[in-house]
C-alpha cells in the first residue's frame, strides 16, 4: 500500500511562481519511479514530468524550461517547481508513483499504480 497526499495548489497570477509537494509513504521510497500530471476541466489527463530511479527527469514541452522536478529523499517528498505559470497551466495537479513496471515516463500514466488525491492549480491571465 502506498499513500501520497498532493499540496501547494493555490491561485496565482500569471507570471507567478508556486512550489507543490508530494508526500509518499508505505510500501515505496525515493528510488521508485514518480510522475506529475494534471486534468484541466473538460480535458483529458496529461502527464507533465518524471523523474526516474537515477534522479534523471524528463518533462513535457509545453513546461519544459519552467517546471522542475525533483525529490527530497530525506522527507519522502516529490516536489515540482512552476514558474512563469500561464493561464493554461490551470488544472488539478497529481502525483503518482510506478512501483511495478519498468520505465519511467510521463507519457505513459497507465503505468502508475498509486495516485494523489491532487491539488489544484488556477492562474489567472
Known amino acids: 500500500q502506498v499513500h501520497l497526499v498532493e499540496s501547494g495548489g493555490d491561485s496565482v497570477q500569471s507570471g507567478g511562481s508556486l512550489r507543490l509537494s508530494c508526500v509518499y509513504s508505505?510500501?515505496?521510497?525515493?528510488?521508485?519511479?514518480m510522475g506529475w500530471f494534471r486534468q484541466a476541466a473538460g480535458k483529458k489527463r496529461e502527464g507533465v514530468a518524471s523523474?526516474?530511479?537515477?534522479?534523471?527527469?524528463s518533462y513535457d514541452d509545453s513546461v519544459k524550461g519552467r517546471f522542475t522536478v525533483s525529490k527530497d529523499a530525506a522527507k519522502n517528498t516529490l516536489l515540482l517547481q512552476m514558474n512563469s505559470l500561464k493561464h493554461e497551466d490551470t488544472a488539478m495537479y497529481y502525483c503518482?508513483?510506478?512501483?511495478?513496471?519498468?520505465?519511467?515516463?510521463?507519457?505513459?500514466?497507465?503505468?502508475?499504480?498509486?495516485w494523489g488525491q491532487g491539488t489544484q492549480v488556477t492562474v489567472s491571465s
Open positions: 508505505g510500501d515505496t521510497y525515493s528510488g521508485h519511479c
Open positions: 503518482a508513483t510506478n512501483t511495478e513496471v519498468g520505465g519511467c515516463s510521463y507519457e505513459r500514466d497507465r503505468e502508475y499504480q498509486w
Open positions: 523523474i526516474d530511479t537515477d534522479g534523471s527527469a
